[in-house]
């Protein structure tokens, strides 16, 4: 699909945007490859990893429509990564998260439309369902915008969707580097905000390869959510070090006991496909598809009312022994 392709990533020198760089390059043999970032370090110090004759560094910041509209001339295919994505960061800068966040994603919708690009996936979080903190509030409404776009595309072939999911092991900001930098410092304890935290678990390569897979089940307009396994934050920090004890320290400002990626309140659009969910839009304007059935002719079916995927209520949780293995193939990514 991606064969003599263009495709943009924004945000692309983050942990996402490498990996799904590498992968790209690994798999398959595009046309262009433009990684499209506001971080100029950033950038030079993936360009020395990177360099193949398909690959383009924009600086440029996702406020900055006309960047966009330039960046996305000739491209077929984006992803859009960027986003500030610190809980207290953004509780204690919220302009600038909204900035980023939303007024960011209309520009990249906009910057779409303008050169009739062809898919648009942008990536959101389980804090953008029922969301108590900023950050989650505006991925709440980064995603609305994303699923609206389908509605006001026109005569444009542009096609959106949004892809949610968890916390990604080892990615910059997780709970996973903090504990081992924890350790590494020869704590006597490894501080925990309350025992009977649970998050959804992913690697960076499954969240690289279930966007990879999106593109082509896409109609427009879905949410995509992989089933996905949870941790227990207790039992993560079990697996990292064992002979450490725990401090409780109190749920932080803006953080969750639980995490919840499809909410009970969007369970009559919510669709179950063998490994992963769909939410459907709420309102069609055009692109009227049948959801159940997506574009690689998989089938869905409707899940009972009241239904809500819990990272507390998970049917599959992750072994101590489970974590340690999971860490480890991350860490070889």
């Not at 610190?86 to 900035?99: D, H, L, R, S, T």
């Not at 389908?150 to 444009?156: R, S």
């Not at 869905?300 to 480890?328: C, M, Q």
Request: hydrophobic content about 40%.
């Amino acid at each position: 699909m991606f064969n003599d392709k263009s495709i943009l990533i924004t945000g692309g020198t983050g942990s996402f945007g490498r990996q799904y760089v590498k992968t790209i390059l690994g798999r398959y043999n595009p046309k262009k490859l433009i990684v499209y970032s506001r971080d100029e370090l950033k950038q030079f110090e993936m360009e020395q990893e990177f360099h193949q004759d398909c690959m383009r560094y924009f600086i440029g910041d996702v406020r900055d429509r006309d960047r966009l509209i330039q960046a996305m001339r000739g491209v077929d295919f984006v992803i859009h990564a960027a986003a500030l994505k610190q809980v207290p960061a953004a509780e204690y800068n919220p302009m600038e998260c909204i900035k980023t966040n939303i007024h960011g994603a209309e520009n990249v919708i906009h910057a779409a439309l303008a050169n009739d690009v062809e898919k648009v996936i942008a990536l959101s979080t389980d804090k953008a369902a029922n969301p108590i903190n900023l950050y989650g509030a505006t991925k709440l409404v980064s995603d609305k915008l994303f699923v609206a776009a389908n509605n006001f595309a026109g005569g444009h072939r542009t096609r959106f969707a949004v892809v949610r999911y968890g916390n990604v092991v080892g990615s910059r900001g997780s709970v996973v580097p903090f504990f081992r930098k924890q350790i590494e410092n020869g704590c006597d304890h490894l501080p925990i905000t309350d025992k009977a935290m649970t998050r959804f678990w992913i690697t960076l390569q499954q969240g690289v390869d279930f966007v990879l897979r999106n593109f082509e089940r896409m109609h427009g307009g879905e949410i995509f959510v992989p089933k996905i396994p949870s941790v227990r934050v207790v039992d993560l920090a079990r697996a990292l070090a064992p002979q450490l004890p725990h401090k409780i320290i109190g749920i932080r400002p803006g953080e969750k006991l639980h995490e919840v990626m499809c909410p009970a309140d969007d369970s009559h659009l919510t669709i179950e496909f063998d490994d992963h969910y769909v939410i459907k839009p709420a309102i069609q304007f055009s692109n009227c598809a049948d959801f159940s059935t997506n574009r690689l002719g998989e089938s869905g079916r409707g899940v009972e009312r009241g239904f809500e995927y819990h990272s507390g209520k998970n049917p599959h949780f992750l072994t101590i022994d489970e974590i340690v293995a999971l860490n480890e193939r991350a860490d070889l990514k």
